[in-house]
């Protein structure tokens, strides 16, 4: 099918938010989610931050307290050595 004219492909036919460039089909359409979606992917993306964050916190004092239990340790050595 050879097209002339204004209409250089069939997609250039439909308004739907599709054009052709360099022969690729790009999209131009905006997303179709609207206000609820888009609060509720919102607020679940939050609570994994938040969730990260708890758990790395917890990470770090984890190695805090194993620090000091073995600087502890390292006290207690000397202490018993100078009987």
């Given at each position: 099918?050879?097209m002339h004219g204004?209409?250089?492909?069939?997609?250039s036919l439909?308004?739907?938010?599709?054009?052709?460039?360099?022969?690729?089909?790009?999209?131009?359409?905006?997303?179709?989610?609207?206000?609820?979606?888009?609060?509720?992917?919102?607020?679940?993306?939050?609570?994994?931050?938040?969730?990260?964050?708890m758990?790395?916190?917890?990470?770090?004092?984890g190695?805090?307290?194993?620090?000091?239990?073995?600087?502890?340790?390292?006290?207690?050595?000397?202490?018993?050595?100078?009987?």
């Open positions: 099918m050879i204004k209409f250089k492909s069939i997609y439909m308004d739907d938010g599709l054009t052709v460039k360099d022969g690729r089909l790009i999209n131009n359409r905006p997303d179709g989610k609207n206000g609820i979606e888009k609060a509720a992917e919102l607020r679940k993306s939050i609570k994994r931050a938040e969730k990260i964050s758990i790395s916190e917890g990470v770090a004092l190695d805090m307290k194993a620090e000091m239990r073995e600087e502890g340790m390292g006290m207690m050595m000397t202490f018993k050595g100078r009987k």
